[in-house]
């Protein structure tokens, strides 16, 4: 039973257009949402988050949205760049659970060509 | 500053035989995490360790699977009788505490585990 879902599994996308990554979820106890990015060979590096109160968080070229209705999230990156290539991975918090605990979906690759 | 190591980064084994896989957690950081992530597949929890305190294994998917966590710090992931659906990458992460809204956690290259 997936609770996080990304079910793009690849996206490719042209240097300095938008690069929009999804990902949903099944958990209503969710309360906090994370975006990794994980270069080959290298563990998984955090890169934004938000907490469910909120429905925007801004960083730079990254934002993040929330949609709670639709259990929804989405990673906007802006410009994108050819060192934005990698699998981004979105991850979840069960508020009913353990504070430390991350549900993880299987990650997208993006693909920023030149 | 040093991040979270992991020895070794691969790792090829027989059926049948343990395997011991290591972490060494940045300097200060209280709390461990031992996933893994099998192809095509997202990151799985399998164990914490924060301070003193006991883990918690709830992820650990079998008997054959342990950690351990030697004066709060570095970490050893042992596996026995490893199987072919143990193949996977294994990572390990650490952050500060652990605690309250979720702590960034950071995490180290992972060692590729391949069971024949």
Partial sequence: DQQVKQNSPSLSVQEGRISILNCDYTNSMFDYFLWYKKYPAEGPTFLISISSIKDKNEDGRFTVFLNKSAKHLSLHIVPSQPGDSAVYFCAARDSGGSNYKLTFGKGTLLTVNP | ?116
């Avoid at chain 2, 192809?39 to 342990?66: C, M, T």
């Fill in chain 2, 1 to 116: 500053g040093a991040g979270v190591s992991q020895s070794p980064s691969n790792k090829v084994t027989e059926k049948g035989k343990d395997v011991e896989l290591r972490c060494d957690p940045i300097s200060g950081h209280t709390a461990l995490y031992w996933y893994r992530q099998s192809l095509g597949q997202g990151l799985e929890f399998l164990i914490y360790f924060q301070g003193n305190s006991a883990p918690d294994k709830s992820g650990l998917p079998s008997d054959r699977f342990s950690a351990e966590r030697t004066g709060g710090s570095v970490s050893t992931l042992t596996i026995q009788r490893t199987q072919q659906e143990d193949s996977a990458v294994y990572l390990c992460a650490s952050s500060y505490s652990g605690t309250g809204t979720p702590d960034t956690q950071y995490f180290g290259p992972g060692t590729r585990l391949t069971v024949l």
